[in-house]
């Protein structure tokens, strides 16, 4: 479990994203969002049928892939820009007599068996917990970024703006309701980027990743 991420500096001058990040992020700062339809239909049926929940392995395979491309984990620590070696699922946990929710997350861990685990023990230590975070005397670990969903909408587009003016390049990706298509089960996906550190093909490859291992989800159920 990565309880200590580890954060490569990288040198402006010489990466090769260097001036794109510079134009994006000084000149013209820009961010976008775009939501597409993932068919979970495989993924729900595997899960289910082996005693798993669909929201923890949907936050696993989300940040597993998302960690597979440098550009997504790229933060500025002390003024040093640098990446990590992998993300943290920072999510929202609900709570049903007050319709609040609290912030909570799960360390990620390369075996999903175990990511899984780990989810339900916080949810059955923490998730009564209210408050804007859901761990006492903890706050969320440098490489956190926002995973959630929005379990009563199936919207058509859904995007996050952050209004603070600090330098913030990780991802956030949020779920809708799923619905049927065509006898498919299908979900809404939102992902919403900065440009300074990511591209469509950074995207493209992602979402191409994220349909292929929910039509395969078999693969990562044991350890």
């Not at 994006?24 to 939501?35: Q, V």
């Not at 984990?73 to 943290?88: M, P, R, S």
């Not at 996906?189 to 990511?198: D, G, K, N, Q, V």
Request: include cysteine; charged fraction near 20%.
């Amino acid at each position: 479990m990565d309880r200590n991420p580890t954060f490569t500096p990288i040198d402006p001058a010489t990466w090769k994203r260097g001036q794109t990040f510079w134009y994006f992020s000084k000149m013209a700062p820009t961010g976008y969002s775009l939501t597409i339809d993932l068919d979970v239909t495989h993924m729900k049926t595997v899960l289910k049928k082996n005693g798993f929940k669909f929201f923890p392995a949907y936050l696993w395979l989300v940040t597993k892939l998302l960690s597979q491309q440098e550009e997504f984990k790229i933060a500025e620590v002390n003024g040093q820009l640098g990446y990590y070696d992998t993300l943290t699922p920072l999510y929202a946990t609900f709570h049903e007599d007050d319709k609040t929710f609290s912030l909570l997350w799960t360390e990620y861990d390369d075996h999903f068996p175990a990511f899984h685990a780990a989810y339900i023990a916080n949810q059955e230590r923490y998730g009564e917990n209210y408050g804007i975070l859901a761990r006492p005397g903890e706050i969320p670990p440098p490489n956190a970024y926002t995973v959630s969903c929005m379990p009563w909408i199936s919207f058509g587009h859904f995007a996050v703006h952050s209004y603070e003016n600090k330098p913030y390049y990780f991802p956030s990706v949020e779920a809708g309701k799923f619905y049927e298509k065509d006898g498919r089960l299908m979900m809404p996906l939102s992902l919403t980027c900065h440009h300074a550190t990511t591209d469509g093909w950074h995207v493209h490859r992602f979402l191409e990743e994220l349909q292929i291992s929910m039509n395969t989800f078999e693969n990562y159920l044991t350890l």
